[in-house]
């Protein structure tokens, strides 16, 4: 299993960068969290903290993490090679899990780039490194999650930008969901507390990793990535 998984990785690794889009993605990821991160530093020059950068990321990724997804399932069933890879002797788990991880070893590239900031500030003076650890956790938690999602899209449907519309939608209001309730009482603000991506996130962002968290991220990208592996699985029917 570890093998067909490693070779959907493999293949997807390659077609990532051989894409033109991907490289796209990756350079305004960058340019626009560099670009807040350090007019973040600059109106708060006596703060050595990663926390503007921390509380801005979520927000770009649910748009960036699906536009990295958007064409795993959609532009195969448009090109017609998502049959010839279902025909190998490959299972639905390892055809959506090889796709899986090859989205979020592309995101965590992206965010091992970002190791500059803090670099950068450690230079100038104690910079709380358990707190950005704790952060990054957050951050490749938060990426696998709307790349599961984004990955549930794709197989969804044939068309790319209809793939990245839904994913972005879906990821923006788990997002947002806490701001569009209002504010809620009782039961509905602890349902709406824990459906909140940002709200998980804040919390491991602040240098607090609790496992709750940690078993939120990886619940939901589970329940997508399941999905996903339903509707390629209704392919073969």
Request: proline share 2%; glycine share 8%.
């Amino acid at each position: 299993m570890l093998k067909n998984i490693g070779f959907v990785l493999k293949r997807e690794l390659g077609a990532y960068f051989n894409s033109v889009v991907a490289y796209i993605v990756v350079i305004l990821f960058l340019l626009i969290t560099g670009a807040l991160f350090w007019l973040n530093y600059f109106q708060q020059i006596n703060l050595l903290s990663l926390r503007g950068f921390f509380s801005q990321a979520p927000l770009f990724l649910a748009f960036f993490a699906p536009a990295v997804t958007m064409g795993l399932f959609a532009e195969e069933k448009r090109m017609g090679t998502l049959e010839l890879l279902m025909t190998m002797p490959l299972s639905d788990f390892e055809i959506v899990m090889g796709k899986f991880l090859a989205a979020l070893s592309l995101l965590a590239v992206v965010f091992t780039m970002t190791l500059a900031y803090p670099i950068t500030l450690s230079m100038l003076g104690d910079l709380d490194w358990g707190a950005v650890a704790s952060g990054y956790i957050g951050l490749l938690l938060l990426g696998g999650t709307y790349a599961a999602i984004g990955l549930m899209a794709s197989s969804w449907t044939r068309d790319q930008v209809v793939a990245i519309l839904t994913a972005f939608s879906i990821c923006f209001f788990l997002y947002l969901i806490d701001q569009l309730v209002g504010q809620p009482t009782g039961t509905m603000a602890r349902v709406v507390d824990y459906l909140s991506t940002n709200s998980h996130f804040n919390n491991l962002a602040r240098g607090v990793v609790d496992i709750r968290d940690v078993f939120y991220y990886i619940s939901v990208t589970g329940v997508a990535l399941l999905v996903a592996q339903v509707s390629i699985a209704s392919r073969r029917w």
